[in-house]
């Protein structure tokens, strides 16, 4: 699950930072310092279902107002895959929604 996470996070960073005539974002890159594969493995081991919520919600937010708010369609979508994340009570209810989310987010990249 860490995987998945870390690759939401990817995305949505890139969503935010990256410019057309930039460099891309990558893993390692400093931008995703706190958003990588060891926190969310630590969150996952734990249990840390409200961390998680709050990891995502760092990189989501902003990712949100990238594509103008939740007042555009692809804010609209964004914030309705986000819901049905909150919306999971255990690790494993979060796979299918998870998984929604970044398949979005990679399309729209």
């Known amino acids: 699950m860490e995987l998945l996470l870390e690759a939401i996070a990817l995305f949505t960073i890139k969503l935010v930072h990256e410019t057309e ?17 060891e926190v969310f493995g630590l969150l996952v081991r734990q249990g840390d279902l409200p961390g998680i919520h709050l990891k995502l919600d760092e ?20 914030q309705r895959l986000t819901l049905d994340v909150r919306q999971a009570s255990t690790l494993h209810e979060l ?9 979005y987010l990679k399309a729209i990249l």
């Open 21 to 37: 005539d930039g460099s891309p974002v990558l893993r390692d890159d400093p931008v995703m310092v706190g958003h990588d594969r």
């Open 59 to 78: 990189c989501l937010t902003p990712a949100l107002e990238s594509l103008g708010g939740a007042t555009t369609v692809m804010g609209r979508e964004l």
């Open 95 to 103: 796979n299918a929604p998870l998984n929604a989310l970044k398949d």
